[in-house]
């Protein structure tokens, strides 16, 4: 497949804006730079932020063993997402599918850059409906968006329907592996080299508990890096970002560590609760949420409003009737629900 063909013609015909800092950034000595009218004066963050963001990329390329010139990053998952949806879907004529129940923003993204969502729902088992999605495919579909492990049912996508995707479809197949860290299956980045359509996005925001800095990062084939690179804001990513992200990545131990207690912890409270009264089943999970079906998901979920507890009522998805899903927090956090839930199940 020829990545080329599948970029909007006038995005295929941009050259990439130039900033001030990208045009001068390899000197072996000192500058002094009066080019892009900063203020002077060191405070650390006068300076505009590398927009080619090269400590970070390399300290992930290392990370993940992969080359920079694969690698994206973003103002979080959901800037990478647009700007994929931006430079591959002409808008009132591309569309794009998605897998519902799932992550709600890739129908709004494309909804905002009026591309068609055409939704074709998991089947029981949240596997995808490989059969229902080559029918709706047509010469105007650009992406396919699958969430693994999804959000919000929490189970990975079989391989092998990603495979059948991948080799029947002349589109980009995005990955979104925002949970993939608390899960047992590896990265598709292992198999960047074989699908030069294949896209994997990753976040900070999760396993990595930096949720406040905002870094997105997509790793694709060094075809869809350019395109991306060519409309993406200069400066999207902003230095505090850089810094705070390359700060945690060094002590990248400690997110392991965190996982490691996160996994344990989201062990203990499926166990748990499944001996709660009300609750008919507990979907098994690879993220840190849980899915669970209730009796009444609205009266359960008003009545944790009213015991301290925000969880997510699910119940106007498809296939998430009377859903409830429940983050794993800390061991007390969790200990407290697990009390509260047991208070209420005679209510
Ligand atoms: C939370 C989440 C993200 C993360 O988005 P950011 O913009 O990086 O915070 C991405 N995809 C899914 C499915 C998520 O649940």
Redesign the pocket.
């Known amino acids: 497949m020829e990545i080329n063909q599948l970029v909007r013609k006038n995005i295929a015909a941009m050259e990439a804006y130039s900033s001030a800092r990208d045009e001068f950034k390899n000197f072996d000595k000192e500058m002094i730079f009066l080019d892009a009218n900063e203020n002077p004066f060191d405070n650390g963050i006068n300076r505009y932020p590398d927009p080619q963001q090269k400590k970070l990329k390399h300290q992930l390329s290392v990370l993940k063993n992969i080359p920079e010139s694969q690698i994206l990053l973003?103002?979080?998952?959901?800037?990478?997402?647009d700007l994929l949806i931006r430079a591959f879907c002409e808008p009132n004529r591309d569309n794009v599918i998605t897998l519902p129940p799932?992550?709600g923003?890739y129908g709004v993204l494309a909804n905002l850059n009026a591309v068609e969502n055409r939704e074709v729902i998991l089947l029981d088992s949240f596997q995808p409906d490989i059969d229902k999605i080559l029918e709706v495919i047509d010469n105007n579909t650009k992406i396919i968006f699958i969430?693994s492990?999804?959000?919000?049912t929490g189970n990975l996508i079989e391989e092998d329907k990603t495979i059948t995707l991948l080799e029947n479809f002349n589109g980009l197949i995005v990955l979104?592996?925002?949970?993939i860290d608390f899960s047992d299956a590896e990265s598709w980045i292992l198999k960047l080299e074989n699908y030069k359509q294949l896209v994997v996005?990753?976040?900070?925001?999760?396993a990595y508990g930096m949720?406040g800095i905002?870094?997105?990062?997509l790793y694709a084939s060094e075809e869809i890096i350019d395109v991306l690179n060519k409309i993406k804001p200069p400066y999207n990513v902003n230095a505090l970002t850089q810094l705070e992200a390359i700060k945690r990545l060094n002590k990248n131990q400690v997110a392991k560590d965190e996982i490691v207690s996160i996994k344990r912890e989201k062990e203990i409270l499926s166990k748990q609760l499944l001996e709660v009264k009300f609750i008919e089943k507990v979907y098994p999970s690879n993220?840190n949420f849980i899915l669970i079906k209730v009796d009444n998901a609205t009266k359960r979920y008003n009545q944790l409003l009213a015991n301290g507890f925000v969880i997510r009522n699910r119940s106007s998805q498809p296939l998430c009737q009377n859903c409830l899903r429940i983050t794993v927090g800390n061991e007390e956090e969790n200990k407290q629900l697990i009390k509260t839930l047991k208070t209420i199940q005679n209510g």
């Open positions: 973003g103002n979080g998952s959901d800037e990478v997402l799932t992550y923003m969430c492990p999804n959000n919000p979104d592996e925002a949970y996005t990753q976040t900070l925001s999760k949720a905002r870094l997105g990062i993220a």
